[in-house]
């Protein structure tokens, strides 16, 4: 390399240099979520939570429906390390199986609303015109109605199955999503890399699913992250309301409200379910707030 | 004549998560009173950052690292926060390239320019306020008793580029620093602007120091250009020297590489192949070698410094143009 | 230098081009108003005008990114305002388009051999290892590394992106390639290599260029014709060195005097034509000659206000909209 003639050329830079090394731009999001504790020992949070509900499909110290046995109103003890109900049920047993529910409900509504939500939002936002006024009408029209009430008619109609909730949930929830994506839609819809691949002949669908879609990823996931909670707590309502899932199917919402009455004497009956949901409400959050920095583009230097 | 500016080895870093960027790496140079300097070079060579050094307004995760910034004598890199700010505005005043959010969108501009005063000199509103106005006659704002009363949105781009100079020029300081005034204006609005530069240092005195990329603004404003090339000045001297008479291989380039407006015939544009260098791990020896169409054996190892090429004109290159020219003449012959 | 011959059969020809945005309150901002012009194989027309004066959405017209509002654009004799669907979909193989902003012209989320085997994809010309080969090939062609297919856009430079977008443009051999302000975005050691990169591929692959840019001096020395737009009109069309030497417009003598040549000597003797106030809007453009508020020979307001100049031949191959261009003071 030492010996170089007095003039040259140094045509093989031209193409050969890059301006800097990176892999894909998630994998750059991944390293700028490592580097949030708080996103990230929320994501480990929830993982365990995920990990109890799978555990609890097959096995629970106890099973969850018999009654009696530990003595009715138990304080946590060794044997059982979060006490028992009004009922003498094993409340550990219970809050496992209500994590299922939990992130059933949770994580279900999110996977219906983000079909539902992304589909009418590319559409609206892409072909624009009467479609989507039509669809922005019917957005408004959902925020219109009260939202407790819909989901309170729903479950009375169809029942009061785990599915029904989600859908009864989903229903009620999916406006959110429909609009970021719609929003979102309509600014890539501009840039110039769409335009390039309207002017290179592209068919509408492959714009959507290749150009538009994956670069509205980052804010979906964003927006499902904090809806998650969301549902969670709407299903817990629900339940304290007596509208949730079918007895004994233990949901955090109806273990708080079997407590509820007995809030003097037994405090832990309504305690254990609520800081469960609590935190894992606020991990939801945290984990969101996480996701937003890291796939935000804006941060970028 | 004693500078009223002195620039001595300035050396500013980012400290990234990537490595320390060596945006400005030993960059040393003098200003006059009522001189117009300006300095030129692509984005990210470091002439942005050297005018805010002087005012020490890099933001983090930057840092002056060494160097002197000797402005009358004292050294604004050591000064207190407090003498910083007393300097900015006061002494040594800066516009930048997009006015628009330089400017508070909710205030009246008269009303800003006025701030702008009483916030280094115990004025009353009226004299501030006669004051603004024929600040703003002096940018040759038409009917500026009215246009005082306006908003920032109300003016257009080279207006409000207008208004940023009058508020600049408020307190009468002795450096202006313009950081790529005109470049996000349209071309006659940028030859109004620079004509109001020229005009404006003829009559107030006003050193200015002026920032840019394009080679015409500079040729059109300045007596003395420093041309920077990663991190470093490359080359210095009189306008007409770097014009017509370059002797660093970049500032050759550079000008060889422009297409001009009175060009007669369509030559084939000199392009410089290559990148600029990452200023992370900079290249040994000359930085510019990896994109040097003259570079010799000693380009890859030794760095060059500022070396005497002409009358008041330095060039950090081993060859230099006069050589590498006449040595191109042999070859062809 | 390509010279024209009159009357070879234009390329493309736009007839009475008229684009109105929808501004709010039943008002239109008049982008394009009733434009006419022709481009020649072979030729490079470069456009220059002010940022609003409506050149990007003339080129956006041209390409059929925007729909007309009124007027035709005839390409190789079919009529482009016509076409809608799959009809306008094919046609836009012969019809490319070179973007300003080299990041966001390029989907950060797609390779680099993505990006340029999506047009061969969508019309189905190769498939496998013929494409992959076609798309190092013109990797090659721009001057990258062809083994660079599987990287994201974010690693190149604004240079590099800007062969990316060229590369992209070029998939298709189309015959015409709208290029929308391809360097403005770019360095200026990076400007050379772009122009003197999108000239050799000219030559190899005979095509022909409208190259919209605001900097006249980019302009004249790419192009073999300029054509001069200012509030939706063009005003000035003539062959590169007449319209430098002998502007028959006064907003066209405005532009040349104001743009800087990089030379002390002949800048600092230069006088600048000064144009009072700003550019009106485009909602509300002035009557008669639209630049006659601004025009430092306008006689109003007769003709001026009142009557709109047509752009008409006042010497050989140049035409200008002005009632006293032979008024227009000579050279700069």
């Avoid at chain 1, 509205?216 to 629900?238: D, M, R, S, Y």
């Avoid at chain 1, 832990?268 to 609520?274: E, F, K, M, Q, S």
């Avoid at chain 2, 307004?57 to 930057?62: A, F, H, I, M, S």
């Avoid at chain 2, 002197?68 to 050591?78: N, P, T």
Wanted: hydrophobic share 45%; with cysteine; aromatic share 6%.
């Amino acid at each position: 390399m030492a010996t170089v003639p007095g003039v040259a050329t140094p045509e093989e830079y031209v193409g050969d240099t890059l301006a800097r090394e990176q892999t894909s731009l998630w994998a750059d999001a991944w390293r700028r979520l490592k580097r949030n504790r708080l996103a990230l020992g929320s994501a480990v949070f929830l993982v365990l939570v995920l990990l109890v509900a799978i555990i609890s499909v097959f096995w629970t110290p106890y099973p969850i429906w018999r009654q009696g046995v530990a003595p009715t109103y138990q304080t946590p003890n060794a044997q059982f390390p979060l006490g028992a109900d009004q009922a003498g049920r094993d409340i550990l047993s219970r809050l496992m199986v209500g994590a299922q529910v939990s992130l059933e409900v949770g994580v279900g509504t999110q996977i219906i609303v983000a079909a539902v939500g992304v589909t009418i939002g590319l559409i609206a936002g892409y072909f624009r015109g009467w479609l989507d006024r039509i669809i922005s009408t019917l957005i408004n029209i959902f925020y219109g109605i009260p939202d407790l009430l819909v989901a309170l008619i729903l479950v009375l109609i169809l029942g009061r199955g785990l599915d029904k909730i989600i859908f009864a949930i989903a229903v009620t929830r999916w406006m959110d999503m429909a609009r970021l994506v719609r929003g979102q839609t309509f600014s890539l819809r501009e840039r110039e890399f769409v335009e390039a691949a309207r002017a290179s002949g592209t068919r509408p669908n492959k714009i959507l699913s290749r150009h538009i879609l994956p670069n509205a990823l980052g804010p979906i996931i964003v927006q499902a992250t904090f809806a998650v909670p969301q549902a969670i707590l709407f299903e817990a309502f629900l339940s304290f309301r007596g509208l949730g899932v079918q007895p004994p199917t233990p949901s955090w919402g109806a273990m708080a409200a079997d407590g509820f009455h007995a809030i003097r004497i037994a405090p832990h009956i309504v305690l254990v379910p609520a800081i469960a949901l609590s935190l894992t409400l606020m991990a939801f959050n945290f984990l969101g707030d996480g996701l937003r920095d890291a796939l935000d583009p804006r941060q970028k230097r | 004549m004693t500078p009223v500016l002195q620039v001595k080895d300035l050396r500013t870093q980012f400290f990234t998560d990537d490595g320390v960027v060596k945006a400005v790496d030993g960059v040393s140079f003098d200003l006059h009173p009522g001189e117009t300097l300006g300095i030129v070079g692509e984005s990210g060579c470091g002439k942005s950052v050297t005018a805010l050094s002087i005012l020490r307004l890099v933001q983090e995760p930057g840092r002056i690292t060494g160097g002197q910034i000797l402005f009358k004598g004292s050294d604004v890199v050591k000064m207190h926060d407090d003498d910083v700010r007393e300097l900015r505005g006061k002494d040594i005043a800066m516009i930048f390239q997009d006015p628009l959010s330089s400017l508070n969108p909710v205030l009246k501009v008269g009303y800003q320019i006025e701030e702008a005063m009483q916030a280094h000199t115990k004025i009353s509103g009226k004299v501030a306020l006669s004051r603004a106005v024929q600040l703003l006659k002096q940018v040759r704002i038409p009917a500026a008793e009215s246009r005082f009363e306006d908003y920032p949105h109300q003016f257009s781009g080279g207006m409000r580029q207008r208004a940023m100079i009058a508020m600049g020029l408020a307190n009468k300081p002795s450096i202006l620093i313009a950081d790529e005034p005109t470049t996000a204006l349209d071309v006659t609005v940028q030859a109004q602007i620079l004509e109001l530069l020229r005009d404006l240092n003829e009559e107030t005195k006003t050193a200015i120091i002026l920032i840019t990329h394009n080679m015409g603004v500079v040729a059109g404003l300045c007596k003395r250009v420093l041309v920077m090339y990663a991190g470093r000045i490359v080359e210095q001297g009189p306008v007409e020297q770097i014009f017509h008479n370059p002797q660093h291989p970049y500032t050759w380039s550079l000008l060889q590489s422009i297409p001009r407006l009175d060009a007669d015939r369509k030559d084939r544009l000199l392009s410089i192949e290559g990148l600029p260098p990452d200023l992370i791990k900079p290249p040994p020896g000359c930085r510019f070698h990896p994109r040097c169409r003259f570079r010799i054996e000693r380009c890859f190892r030794d760095d060059p410094s500022l070396i005497d090429v002409g009358p008041d004109q330095d060039a950090a290159c081993w060859v230099t143009m006069r050589r590498a020219l006449a040595s191109d003449g042999e070859a062809r012959a | 230098m390509v010279k024209r011959v009159p009357d070879r059969a234009a390329l493309l020809r736009a007839e009475e081009v008229v684009k109105h945005f929808p501004a709010g309150l039943g008002a239109s901002v008049k982008a394009v108003e009733r434009v006419n012009f022709e481009i020649y194989p072979g030729e490079t027309v470069g456009l220059v005008g002010e940022s609003g004066c409506g050149k990007s959405t003339l080129g956006r017209l041209i390409t059929q990114l925007l729909p007309v509002t009124s007027g035709n654009i005839f390409f190789e004799g079919v009529d482009l305002t016509k076409l809608s669907g799959e009809n306008l979909r094919q046609k836009r193989r012969e019809l490319q388009m070179i973007f300003q902003d080299p990041y966001s012209s390029l989907n950060p989320r797609m390779t680099v051999g993505d990006i340029i085997a999506e047009p061969l994809e969508n019309f189905g010309l190769l498939r496998g290892k013929a494409k992959d080969k076609r798309v190092q090939e013109l990797l090659r062609i721009v001057g990258l590394n062809p083994y660079f297919n599987n990287r994201y856009p974010h690693e190149f430079s604004g240079g590099q992106r800007q062969r990316i977008g060229i590369a992209r443009a070029l998939a298709l051999r189309p015959k015409l390639i709208v290029a929308d302000e391809p360097i403005s975005a770019l360095d200026v050691s990076i400007q050379a290599q772009i122009i003197n990169l999108m000239e050799d591929l000219q030559k190899e692959f005979q095509l022909t260029y409208l190259f919209i840019a605001h900097d006249l001096s980019v302009v004249r020395h790419i192009s073999d014709r300029v054509m001069v737009m200012y509030l939706g009109k063009i005003v000035e069309v003539a062959d590169s060195a007449e319209i430098y030497r002998n502007p028959r417009h006064p907003y066209t003598k405005a532009l040349l005097s104001s743009i800087p040549i990089p030379d002390p000597d002949i800048q600092s003797t230069r006088r600048i034509v000064h144009l009072s106030g700003e550019i009106p809007s485009p909602v509300n453009p002035p009557s008669g000659c639209r630049f006659h508020p601004r025009c430092p020979i306008a006689q109003v307001p007769t003709p001026c206000a009142d009557l709109e100049p047509p752009l008409e031949e006042k010497a050989r191959d140049h035409r200008a909209a002005c009632h006293f261009s032979e008024k227009v003071p000579v050279a700069v």
